[in-house]
């Protein structure tokens, strides 16, 4: 069976080009923005993963992740960011919460497949 993946992204080319990339080997769930993809949560669904955007409009990947990183149900989620942003590792460092990788876009694909195998491992592992 394929582990889900929950990718949360306000820029369509990325979002297809994710479910290009992913669809073979994951069964892959798009949401356009944060507050899609914590009631597709709330509606009893849970990813193996999530890779969420850090800069999106109206629930940004900030506060996306850090209400699924203080919530009982889903706080052990691996979750990989992605942004364009420069200082991304500085925002990241000073993020309240745990982050298990963040990736720099333009990301190469391999990059991020490597850090969703690795990451879907170590889940598995703790939650046999």
């Given at each position: 069976m394929k582990s889900t993946l929950l990718?949360?992204?306000?820029?369509?080319?990325?979002?297809?080009?994710?479910?290009?990339?992913?669809a073979k080997d994951y069964?892959?769930?798009?949401?356009?923005?944060?507050?899609?993809a914590f009631g597709w949560l709330e509606d009893g669904n849970m990813p193996e993963l999530i890779i969420s955007d850090l800069q999106m409009p109206y629930f940004d990947g900030q506060s996306f992740v850090k209400n699924v990183k203080i919530s009982g149900f889903y706080r052990d989620i691996p979750v990989?960011?992605?942004?364009?942003?420069?200082?991304?590792?500085?925002?990241?460092?000073?993020m309240p919460f745990k982050v298990e990788a963040y990736i720099h876009k333009?990301?190469?694909?391999?990059?991020?497949?490597?850090?969703i195998n690795q990451l879907l491992?170590?889940?598995?592992?703790?939650?046999?």
């Open positions: 990718i949360v992204d306000d820029d369509l080319s990325i979002l297809k080009l994710l479910n290009f990339i992913l069964d892959v769930v798009v949401k356009s923005n944060g507050i899609d990989i960011l992605l942004s364009a942003a420069h200082d991304l590792d500085e925002q990241v460092s000073k333009p990301f190469k694909p391999n990059d991020l497949k490597s850090a491992q170590v889940y598995e592992s703790t939650n046999i």
